[in-house]
């Protein structure tokens, strides 16, 4: 196990009609006026807009909007949230809706308070760093899947360079996030596959690690994956059952809060091969995760077999007899491909046709700024290639 | 799965040398006069006590001590500790060692800051309310086993009145504690029993609850318990292996910081049971926690059978037949005692020369300021009287 840090500040309040106490949050946290970042209409149709201009005005809280988020969410939007900010005098960020918003809130809530000779693209986000402080932030959270309600980080496409990048830092972690599974029902169900895809893929860049004697994080990993493979057809087949939807939820925070990865290194690659697949194509992240992940897998299971085969045996429960190593892991990886296929997701490029043609292009545009990419197996420029061909 | 907000900013630093940095971190959280308090010399021998007071030197901040906890902390000590830092002019508690120093520190932390017409005992610890406000608190935790190093709660004994009790507020959570398993090493191995039986009760007080749909915190509770019971005889058989040390150091930290009982309600009458046990007879928690937990499950299985069928199988790997409901369930009793038993803990209270003369009297203490006792199955004076008498 290696030394760690571990801090997670944020609040979760988490549970039905929490919604409601949004305004009470951000006064308790200190915040006067209020910028609403939004995507589209999904949380005017489903109510959650109204329930939170109404807590807003019923707090005495002046706010400007912000909408037009959309997934892989855009640099140049961030930038026009943060002169508005300036010019506005907001000092409390409340995002409302999945991981694309939150992500972009947090560019935002970290640009308006950037000094003159800083940019925030090129000084952060191209260098996978995070900056020392960001205005407050707090979250309403209707699609499960980033994690980014807790979590430090943020992603982002700069749609002029085709770059899909990322920043992280523990000022941008929010101060509260709420979150109410019934606000998730009227999600279509390919967005629940896309999302439970994503938090499926946190979990795996976890335990998929080079660090050893790491048995009681594993656990947990596992503990996690499981509720995932558990509850993810049932939130598509009964889509108003509040315990499902609550499952689904809480572990897709718990993923991605920092805790699973305490003592443990992990292993990004097959995220940041899809960030460099939805950069160029636009496509759902959970989507392409569920082409990366697999396809990352078969190149790189002979780094370290009995990783595989315990991911084999404990999470898909494979029981073949233990000589039997090659055979235990490619059903593993098979059983993974299936679960994907079962929620309705493509696990090849062709499937979305997607061809061959870029894939030298992503794996040179992975590289930029990178000694390496991964850690379970180091990577290259021609492993990420070969690995994209395997998706094909 | 119940409503829920789960809050735990506490810093966790782990790992091998960290507690030489606990001058820097008390710097961090603006700290300028410090109270160091701890227990008896164990950590003066294991060299924990020079590198702190090094530590503090080189961050030159000025320090007065409070040693002498005790197991099942003291009420007057901590009257002491209030009066030294007002004298002093204290503005942050550095806690060194386990459960008990910590929990101590807490009650000190909380005093300072009471308003003249408060009583920290009458007013706190006899409601299991928690104070507003409290100095900022550091752990160098030495012992694991309770996980109040980033617990909200203080368990602490008046041994005027003998009555053992706790308050609980966020405002008492640890800034940060920090986690070297290297400074476990010397700890006596029926200590590593007592903490890890400790570990485990707050796990399975958690675990056994009347909350409905709780499958991911439930998978999560059972990742816990297999680290503790694995672990647990290998700690006492290699003292000195460090990734043993290091399982056992955070999974005592995790059981107990309040994330494996979102959403759903523990129910903490063993606990609760056992600490009539120590107020009376001064016994060491953790042995206490291995007489009482066995006998509270014999008492209250039948309230719900599938909950005790699911422990033994999951946690226990009880693999008999499923119409076997009972055997099932007493198989995994019988486990956890074996397990209990092999750590070298007593698992009756004839084998600490406890008779049941004062069974009665510690039943009727239990209901003091409390309608009943548990959740899991509520509990009066009568059943707690018959739940030490299975415990005689």
Redesign the interface.
Known sequence: ????????????????D?EKTAGEWIRKYDGHKVLLHYGGGSIKKNGVYDTIIASLKANDLPFVELSGVVPNPRYSLIQEGIALCKREGVDFILAVGGGSVIDSAKGIAAGVLLNEDEDLWEDYYMFKRGPEKALPLGTVLTIPATGSESSRSSVVTNEATHFKRSMAADCMIPKFSIINPKTHYSLPPYQIACGCADILAHLMERYFTPT??V???D??L???M??VI??APLAIKYPTD??IR??IA??GT?AHNG?LN??RLGDWASHDLEHELGAIYDIYHGEGLAITFPAWMKYVYKQNPKRFVQFAQRVWDVEFSAEQEERIILEGIHRLERFFTELGLPIRCSQLHIDHSRFREMAQKIMVNRDHEGEFMKLYEEDCYQIYCLSE
């Open positions: 196990m290696d030394n760690f840090v571990f801090y997670n500040p944020a609040k979760i309040i988490f549970g039905k929490q050893e004697n048995d009681f994080t656990r947990m596992e503990a996690s499981k509720t558990n509850y509040y315990n609550a499952e809480w572990v718990i805790l305490t003592g």
